[in-house]
């Protein structure tokens, strides 16, 4: 189990949205959840997103994964990055849990990288919170204030700036943690073989948002009302303030509908970016099979990277990988349950089996993957 010290705890939590951070042993006595080869190992499944940055001469460039063969790439200059590792790796998901004093919606995923000595993606600029981890090894790490940087030439495809004057300038060694907020330009540098955790941290675009609120309302058949005026323009070709503020206000009102707004919350912040390691059970369990697991002492185990989501004020709905399902009346506290729990054990699941709608799906949900049987330790 890993767990932050408590007055790092403090210092994020003043620190969060608003300036880099940097909090040496962070985490006391820290253990890496996964050894350099099952990192390369994890990169080779079907559904990891992977890739490999080389630098030579102030250059970088990127190779997509899965890639087998490491050895081409030499001793130094290199980094290997593997996206979403939490979804593979149970001991990396405990890792991600230490960050849990924030919201699960706004959690993306923990990429882990290894590089060679000299190894890094260069001087770049991320629209997300990210908070570092450094596991074996050393890395330099620079970090500059915020504000206009440029694009840096000839890496069009990588997002990178230009150099930058440095705020923090610190050599991480395990355990050590460095905050950083969107906008702030940063660059590791690898000093010996070392892993690296990245755990992320998004919001929303407006474009994503109002992309979401258009698909919801295609979905349900909702936002038909048209827009109405009782004056019109004198000027035949001009677009009047009155009709321009009466379709800000279409829009506005839709915006404000809770009913409308909470749902296409729920479905948007409950996707994943990246694909779940979902393991479909054949043959499928049956409700007497899996009550009989739970009562002989297994558990449901949540499945890595699965964002189970509530609405405030909403006791019936669960938002589970983009989908709502809105089970009966009655069971708020056992929905809760599901949602804030990975670990599921038979009592925390006796009102859900109970009840045959909510026994129904819970079983389909298992059948499907996000939850699994595993015995108590």
Request: glycine share 8%; proline share 8%; net charge negative.
């Amino acid at each position: 189990m890993y767990s932050l010290q408590p007055d790092a705890l403090d210092a994020i939590r003043h620190h969060w949205q608003q300036r880099p951070l940097y909090i040496p042993a962070a985490f006391a006595d820290f253990i890496d959840p996964l050894e350099p080869d099952e990192l390369a190992g994890v990169a080779l499944e079907e559904t990891a997103s992977s890739r490999v940055i080389i630098q030579q001469q102030g250059q970088w460039r990127a190779e997509p994964g899965p890639i087998e063969d490491f050895s081409r790439f030499g001793d130094q200059g290199w980094q290997l990055l593997v996206q979403a590792v939490n979804h593979f790796v149970p001991a990396a998901a405990e890792l991600a849990s230490a960050f849990r004093f924030l919201p699960d919606w706004r959690f993306d995923d923990l990429m882990v990288s290894f590089a060679a000595p000299g190894g890094g993606v260069g001087p770049h600029v991320d629209n997300y919170d990210v908070f570092i981890i450094q596991g074996q090894g050393r890395r330099r790490w620079q970090v500059g204030n915020r504000g206009p940087h440029r694009p840096r030439a000839g890496h069009s495809t990588m997002a990178l700036v230009e150099d930058f004057d440095a705020i923090i300038d610190v050599e991480m060694a395990p355990g050590d943690l460095l905050y950083i907020p969107p906008g702030y330009p940063h660059c590791g540098q690898t000093l010996v073989p070392s892993l690296s955790y990245s755990v992320g941290f998004r919001a929303p675009s407006q474009q994503e948002l109002i992309s979401q609120l258009a698909d919801c309302l295609q979905d349900q058949d909702l936002g038909k009302r048209r827009f109405i005026s009782n004056s019109e323009p004198a000027q035949p070709q001009r677009i009047s303030q009155a009709h321009q503020q009466g379709m800000a206000k279409l829009i506005s009102q839709l915006v404000a509908d809770t009913a409308t707004l909470g749902p296409m919350l729920g479905t948007l912040l409950s996707q994943n970016r990246f694909e779940l390691d979902l393991q479909p059970l054949q043959p499928p369990l049956s409700l007497s099979q899996l009550q009989h697991a739970l009562q002989q002492g297994q558990h449901l185990q949540r499945v890595g990277g699965l964002k189970c989501l509530q609405l405030e004020g909403d006791d019936t709905s669960l938002f589970l990988d983009g989908q709502r399902w809105c089970l009966p009346n009655g069971l708020a506290d056992a929905i809760t349950d599901l949602a804030r729990h990975h670990k599921l054990e038979f009592p925390m699941l006796t009102p859900l089996l109970s009840n045959p709608q909510s026994a129904a799906e819970l079983l389909q949900w298992v059948n499907q993957g996000y939850w699994y049987l595993q015995d108590n330790h």
